[in-house]
Each structure stands twice: as structure tokens, then as C-alpha cells.
């Protein structure tokens, strides 16, 4: 394994070193380095992010849904980078961990004494045939983007009937239930306005279950069944023609014969499939599955000690979420201080996830849960009811705890644990 305290001499004029260094300037960059400045603020710490704006995008399915606005989602990233860490405005080109460098997009380098790698995953929407031609016009919108997440609010209003389908690739991909949470949302905006009855609502995903963790299935089910919602299971969108209005699948049927099936639509919302980004893939952190190679527990790097991963980009088989990544970010912060003092790592993560179900305007059936499909809920409530609550814990709460809490370095947890029902 690499030695951690190898240091960084011999610094060239196109380099640059420091102690710390964090790549990926998104919700799980920002909160540990805002955490790691709170605890320790003599630390030498870069941020590797090009990006000049962040979004809040767990608020990215309520603009789609007409309840926020896109500019409510979004901050200049100079805001947001916490005071005394440097901003590398960049991206990164490669990965070179057995040097203790990355290599950028500019050509420069930089040195670190330890990496925290969290850039995110890529949103492979090119994999789609013809996607990229279509999205954002011709009836085909995602709330995977925000610009499209506006797009897909005024299809909604404009409604007026006729086939709206709902597609969902193969795992992993960010916030599993978001595919589905604008499909009942849409649902409940057409009823209200007396227009359900003239549409035909479809949801074509590539697994067998509306939902991983089958505790959830009910509530979702009974979502479905009283919209008139038809579900087509083992469905995988190939390709989309948006001047002609159709999509095309790859189905497989119970038996594992698959066939081409050609759909019609006047409104159709797309989940990309998603993958690791490239850049992560081809470098020698990366495990076969293209995810940078963390133990479960510690996220500290299987392979290379001073090495710590966390959000989308991590190994870890929880559900890639931003309340995974609020659970996260204190646990690699206390092991990442552990380790630079030669100490044993004792914090452990759980995989934890949360996803707020949303399946009507004002209720939310709120999904708790661990790995191997544990259910933790945070309240001595059922979390299969739908509540009101909930709404307000979404649309409130949770975009307050983002903005003024993680993003300030400052820990905060309803704890959750494992309950029976």
C-alpha cells in the first residue's frame, strides 16, 4: 500500500500540493471539507470542482412537479466553499494514486498527502439512441437536470390527455425512487384538474419491483392501483425518436426471452442509465463495477490508505442519496483524522439511505433504510403511511439542513435504528 505521509518535495512550477486534498465540490465535498475545517482548522485543504454553480437536486423532482422553482435549487459555488480552503477550478483529467497526484484538465498537477475522492457518477445519456437530439423538446423531458426538470413542469400543466410514460434503468442510479415519484405526481395534478381519466400513465422500469427494499412495495402498489397507473417490469429504453413520438425497449419476459417494444407517447420523462465517470473507471481506483473500491464500513480505499471515498462515485451498495451522504461525510471526517494520527478507524457506516416517496401533492411515504435492506426510521412512526409530515420534512426541513447545516460543517441526526412493524 501506498505510505500516506510520503511528502510532496520537489514541487514543479505547473504543480501544486496539499494536505488534503478533496475531489468533487458537490454535497459530499463541500460538507467534509466543511466539517474537517470546523474540527481542525489548521488543516491544509484544496477542492478540485470546474463547476461554478451547485444545485440542490433532491429539489430537482419539485420543480418538475411545480412546487420549486429552479433558482430555489441553486448557489454560486464560491458561496459554498467553506473559508481557508482553497478552490481548484478545474476538473480532474486522472487519477494517479500510486504517485499522490491527480493530473487536471488544465495540465497541471496536484500533490496530496491524502485524497478524498467524491466527483460524483456520470449521466450516461448518450447511451440512449437519440436522446441527446430530442431532450427538452418534443415532448421528452427528466428532472435529471435541471433545465429539463423545468421542461417537464410545463408539460405537465400543458397536458390535455393522450400517453405520458415514465421510464427507469438498471440500478444504481441517484435517489432510486425518483422516477417514479414524478409519475404520481403528475398523476395527482391530472386528477385534480379532472384529467386523469383521459390519460393513460405508464411506468417502464428495468427491474422486477417498484421498489429495492420490498417493506416499501404496498404503499407504492396502492399508489398505482388507484391512479390506473400500468407497470411494465424487466422494460429497458434503448432508443427515442421525439419528432415521431415513439420509444423504443428492450423487454424481457418472465421466461428471460427478450423482444423490441415500440411505444407511443405525448409526454415521456427519462432516467438515464448511469455509470462511474471515466475518469474514475480507467483509473486504479476503481473496482471492475467502475466505482472507486472503498470498504463498506470505513470508506477509507481497499488499496490505498490514504485514500478515503464517499457520495455517488463511492463502492458502496447503499442507495445513492443526499441523506447518504449526510451520514457519511461525519464518519470519513473522524476516520480520515484517525488515520493521519496513525490511529484505528472506529466510526462505521451503515448505508444508510433515505428516500421521501413522494406520492401525491402533501404526502410522502418516507423510506428509511440499511444495508442488506434494513429498515431505520428516524420517528417511532410506520414509515409506510403516508404523511403530511413527511411533505413538510421534503419541501422544509431538509433543504434548510442542506444549505445551513451540512454545508456549514455542522452534524445533525435524527438517529435512526432498525424497527420492526
Excluded at 192 to 203: I, V
Excluded at 248 to 273: C, M, N, Q, W, Y
Excluded at 275 to 290: K, Y
Aim: proline residues 6%; hydrophobic residues 40%; glycine residues 8%.
Amino acid at each position: 500500500m501506498n505510505d500516506p505521509r510520503q511528502k510532496t518535495a520537489g514541487i514543479e512550477p505547473a504543480e501544486l500540493a496539499h494536505s488534503i486534498l478533496i475531489v468533487g465540490g458537490g454535497a459530499a465535498g463541500i460538507t467534509v471539507a466543511a466539517e474537517l475545517k470546523r474540527l481542525q482548522p489548521q488543516l491544509d485543504i484544496a477542492i478540485v470542482e470546474p463547476s461554478e454553480s451547485h444545485s440542490y437536486q433532491p429539489g430537482w423532482t419539485l420543480v418538475g412537479a411545480g412546487t420549486f422553482t429552479r433558482k430555489q435549487t441553486e448557489r454560486r459555488e464560491e458561496t459554498l466553499i467553506p473559508k481557508g480552503v482553497a478552490w481548484i477550478k478545474a476538473a480532474v483529467a486522472q487519477f494517479l494514486p500510486d504517485e499522490n497526484h491527480v493530473r487536471l484538465s488544465d495540465g497541471r498537477t496536484v500533490r496530496y498527502a491524502w485524497l478524498l475522492a467524491c466527483p460524483g457518477l456520470k449521466l450516461d445519456w448518450a447511451r440512449i439512441e437519440g436522446l441527446n437530439d430530442t431532450l427538452g423538446k418534443n415532448g421528452v423531458c427528466s428532472n435529471y437536470r435541471a433545465d429539463t426538470a423545468e421542461y417537464s413542469w410545463r408539460l405537465i400543466q400543458d397536458f390535455r390527455g393522450g400517453t405520458a410514460l415514465f421510464t427507469q434503468p438498471a440500478m444504481p442510479i441517484k435517489c432510486a425512487g425518483a422516477p417514479q415519484k414524478i409519475l404520481y405526481l403528475m398523476a395527482d395534478h391530472l386528477r385534480s384538474k379532472g384529467r386523469l381519466s383521459e390519460s393513460k400513465l405508464e411506468f417502464c422500469l428495468a427491474g422486477e419491483a417498484l421498489f429495492g427494499v420490498p417493506f416499501f412495495v404496498p404503499p407504492l402498489q396502492r399508489a398505482v392501483d388507484g391512479y390506473g397507473i400500468k407497470v411494465n417490469y424487466r422494460h429497458n429504453l434503448k432508443a427515442i425518436d421525439g419528432p415521431a413520438k415513439i420509444a423504443i425497449f428492450t423487454a424481457t419476459d418472465e421466461h428471460g426471452t427478450t423482444s423490441e417494444v415500440t411505444k407511443r407517447f405525448d409526454l415521456i420523462h427519462v432516467v438515464p442509465p448511469q455509470t462511474g465517470l471515466d475518469v474514475v473507471r480507467e483509473s486504479p481506483l476503481a473496482n471492475a463495477d467502475g466505482w472507486i473500491d472503498v470498504d463498506q464500513a470505513t470508506l477509507r480505499h481497499v488499496r490505498y490508505e490514504n485514500v478515503f471515498a464517499l457520495g455517488d462515485a463511492a463502492s458502496t451498495s447503499n442507495a445513492k442519496t443526499a441523506a447518504a451522504v449526510r451520514i457519511q461525510a461525519p464518519i470519513v471526517v473522524h476516520n480520515l483524522i484517525a488515520a493521519m494520527k496513525g490511529e484505528a478507524l472506529t466510526h462505521a457506516y451503515d448505508g444508510y439511505g433515505s428516500c421521501p416517496l413522494t406520492i401525491a401533492y402533501g404526502k410522502i411515504v418516507l423510506a428509511e433504510f440499511a444495508y442488506g435492506g434494513k429498515v431505520t426510521p428516524s420517528f417511532p412512526l410506520d414509515p409506510r403511511v403516508p404523511r403530511r409530515s413527511m411533505w413538510y420534512l421534503k419541501t422544509k426541513l431538509l433543504p434548510w439542513l442542506y444549505w445551513s447545516h451540512m454545508f456549514k460543517g455542522r452534524t445533525f441526526d435524527i438517529k435512526h435504528r432498525e424497527r420492526g412493524w
